[in-house]
C-alpha cells in the first residue's frame, strides 16, 4: 500500500523506454507529497495542492508544468421538483454568483471563470460568451418574484472533497446577500452520487464534469437532452423541446462556424433557463525536478 514499482520490458518492439525503473508512491497527506518533492525524494508531483504552487514556483531546482483543466466545476439545481423548479428562482442564484471570489477562495487564484457548460479546452467552445453578470439587486428582486419576499433555505448538498465543499462555503455566503439561506449538507461521494444521479433528490448542489474527448457536445447533449433524462447524464431533470431541438442540430451540422453558432444558442438557453451555473474550470499542474526532460501537462 506504499508505492508500486516497474521495470521497462526491454524487447518493445519500438525499443526499450528512457527511464528503466519507475516507481508511483502513495502519499495520503499532499503536505507530505509535497515536502518529498522538495527535498528530491521524488521526481515528479502530479497536481500538488493549490496552496502550495506559489511555494514551488519559487523553488530552486523544481518546475512546473500547467494546462487548463477539461474538467469544470458548475452549480446544479433540479429544475423538476423543489424550490428550484421555479425558474426564477435559478436565475437569482446566477446573478448572485462571484467567480472571481470562488475562483480566489477556492483555487487561491488558479483557476479560469467558466460561463458556459463547455470546457475551454474543447472544440466548439464558444469564447466571447457574456454570461450573466454579478447583480445583488437584480437577484433580490428575483427571489421575490419566485414567491419568496421574505427569503427562502435551501439545501445545498456537495461532496468532502475541498474542490467542492470550498465552493459551496463561498456559495452559501453570496446566496445570502441575496436571501437565499443555504444549509450545507457536505456528504460522502458514494451518498452523495447515489441522491444526485440515482434518487434525483436534492435541490442544488456543487459538482464537475470532465470532457473525456474535447468536444462541446460531450458536456452537452448527455447533460441537457431530454432524451437522456434522469441517471448519471441529464440529472438537471431538463425538459426543454427547443433545447433539444439544437442539441440535435449541432450534431449534424458540419460547417465549423455555422455548428459554432449552434452551440452558441444552446449556452444561451441553458443560461436563459438556468438549468445550471458554470463556475470555473482549475488547472492542472505538474511540479517535477527540473532536470527531468519531456514532462507535460494533460488536460484529461
Not at 446544479?76 to 446566477?94: C, D, H, I, T
Not at 472533497?161 to 461521494?189: C, F
Amino acid at each position: 500500500g506504499e508505492s508500486l514499482s516497474f521495470v521497462r520490458f526491454d524487447d518493445y518492439f519500438k525499443g526499450p523506454a528512457p527511464i528503466k525503473d519507475l516507481k508511483l508512491k502513495i502519499y495520503t497527506d499532499q503536505n507530505t507529497a509535497v515536502y518529498a518533492l522538495e527535498n528530491h525524494e521524488i521526481d515528479v508531483l502530479d497536481n500538488p495542492p493549490a496552496s502550495e504552487l506559489a511555494n514551488l514556483r519559487s523553488k530552486d531546482g523544481i518546475k512546473l508544468y500547467g494546462t487548463s483543466s477539461s474538467m469544470f466545476v458548475f452549480v446544479a439545481f433540479n429544475n423538476e421538483k423543489g424550490p428550484f423548479a421555479n425558474q426564477k428562482l435559478r436565475q437569482a442564484v446566477s446573478c448572485a454568483v462571484n467567480r472571481d471570489d470562488i475562483i480566489l477562495g477556492a483555487l487561491e487564484g488558479n483557476g479560469v471563470p467558466v460561463q458556459v457548460p463547455v470546457a475551454p479546452t474543447a472544440a466548439g467552445y464558444p469564447r466571447d460568451f457574456a454570461g450573466q453578470p454579478l447583480d445583488v439587486e437584480k437577484g433580490k428582486a428575483l427571489v421575490a418574484e419566485a414567491g419568496y419576499p421574505n427569503g427562502v433555505t435551501v439545501t445545498l448538498k456537495c461532496t468532502e472533497s475541498p474542490l467542492y465543499s470550498k465552493p459551496a462555503q463561498i456559495l452559501q455566503d453570496e446566496l445570502r446577500q441575496i436571501g437565499i439561506t443555504v444549509e450545507l449538507d457536505v456528504m460522502e461521494k458514494g451518498a452523495f452520487l447515489e441522491d444526485i444521479y440515482n434518487e434525483g433528490d436534492f435541490e442544488i448542489c456543487v459538482w464537475a464534469i470532465i470532457s473525456m474527448f474535447p468536444d462541446a457536445d460531450y458536456t452537452l447533449y448527455s447533460r441537457f437532452h431530454s432524451a437522456l433524462y434522469g441517471g448519471s447524464n441529464n440529472f438537471f431533470r431538463c425538459k426543454i423541446p427547443e433545447l433539444d431541438a439544437l442539441l440535435d442540430q449541432s450534431r449534424v451540422e458540419s460547417d465549423p462556424e455555422k455548428r459554432l453558432a449552434v452551440i452558441e444558442e444552446i449556452c444561451e438557453l441553458v443560461e436563459e433557463n438556468a438549468v445550471m451555473i458554470p463556475l470555473f474550470c482549475g488547472l492542472n499542474t505538474v511540479a517535477a525536478d527540473e532536470a527531468l526532460q519531456g514532462v507535460v501537462s494533460n488536460s484529461t
